[in-house]
């Protein structure tokens, strides 16, 4: 299973962008989807999540300017962030929970994106 996180960039604040988590590989189902950001040298935060049912979950600092959403058939999930601050930079990164095979073996399986840097500047 690979991940690759892709839409970061440059950004004026009060800006958006929309981050792109695609999947691929021998994957049967992908669950729970989760955006974690990372500044550097501080902790990962998680950013929002969003389960196999549609339900999502926000940290108080993206609650009402992100929004998570997945695209089933394209095994990709989106993080659409408007009203971008400098305060958001850092850089992104998808997790996936998913049910994938490898020859015989099917399983759960947990995997990370590389990762997209987000920049916002005043």
């Known amino acids: 299973v690979q991940l690759q996180a892709s839409g970061g960039g440059l950004v004026q604040a009060g800006g958006s962008l929309r981050l792109s988590c695609a999947a691929s590989?021998?994957?049967?189902?992908?669950?729970?989807v989760r955006w974690y950001r990372q500044i550097p040298g501080k902790e990962r935060e998680l950013v929002a999540t969003?389960?196999?049912?549609?339900?999502?979950n926000y940290a108080d600092s993206a609650k009402g300017r992100f929004t998570i959403s997945r695209d089933n058939a394209k095994n990709t999930v989106y993080l659409q962030m408007n009203s971008l601050n400098p305060e958001d930079t850092a850089v992104y990164y998808c997790?996936?929970?998913?049910?994938?095979?490898?020859?015989?073996?099917?399983?759960?399986?947990?995997?990370w994106g590389q990762g997209t840097l987000v920049t916002v500047s005043s």
């Open positions: 997790n996936v929970e998913c049910v994938y095979s490898r020859g015989r073996w099917s399983g759960p399986g947990n995997f």
């Open positions: 969003i389960t196999s049912g549609a339900s999502t």
């Open positions: 590989g021998s994957i049967s189902s992908i669950n729970l």
